[in-house]
């Protein structure tokens, strides 16, 4: 998957997550959380620029998701003392946002035939082969479904806030 692909499927897994914090009143928890997993939605594919880790390999598991999600615990942790979210302590929402920045985007290489190693280092990649990475029309329906999902649920919330 292509980032205009990842941008669509970020914001599709962002929905639920960014609905649910403004009915629980934390608009600002919704866009921060929105704005980390699109700024960020490339993340795993890192290993295009580390020579010595394979392509959708280690950045493309659940191992790497649970790293990303405890060095965000560990940075909401030291930032604790400042706010908490929906009743949850900053170190919480930090490892929950961490595993939804990767989580969305195996999401995303997991819809195509080469899938996500999952349980990496076990080699056994899963894929739900619903579109070749490299397929334009698929990107953009991604890309104009996120776009189009986050617009009517931000619209719902507004009425809510
Ligand atoms: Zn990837």
């Avoid at 608009?27 to 594919?45: I, K, Q, R, S, Y």
């Avoid at 950045?59 to 940075?75: P, Q």
């Avoid at 942790?77 to 989580?103: D, E, H, K, P, Q």
């Amino acid at each position: 998957m292509y980032r205009k692909g990842h941008l669509g499927v970020s914001l599709l897994v962002f929905a639920p997550v960014g609905y649910w914090l403004v009915t629980v009143g934390e608009p600002e928890a919704a866009l921060l959380t929105g704005v980390v997993m699109c700024w960020l939605t490339m993340l795993p594919d890192i290993d295009h620029r580390l020579p010595v880790i394979d392509h959708r390999g280690v950045t493309h598991s659940l191992l790497f998701a649970a790293l990303v999600g405890g060095l965000f615990g560990a940075i909401g942790t030291v930032l604790a003392g400042l706010f908490s979210v929906a009743g949850m302590s900053l170190g919480v929402f930090g490892v929950l946002l961490g595993v939804l920045v990767v989580g969305a985007h195996l999401v995303g290489d997991a819809l195509t035939p080469a899938g996500v190693p999952l349980l990496w280092p076990l080699p056994r990649s899963y894929s739900l082969s619903v579109t070749r990475a490299d397929n334009t029309v698929a990107n953009y329906a991604f890309f104009v479904s996120g776009i189009a999902v986050t617009g009517v649920w931000v619209v719902v919330a507004a009425g809510l806030v």
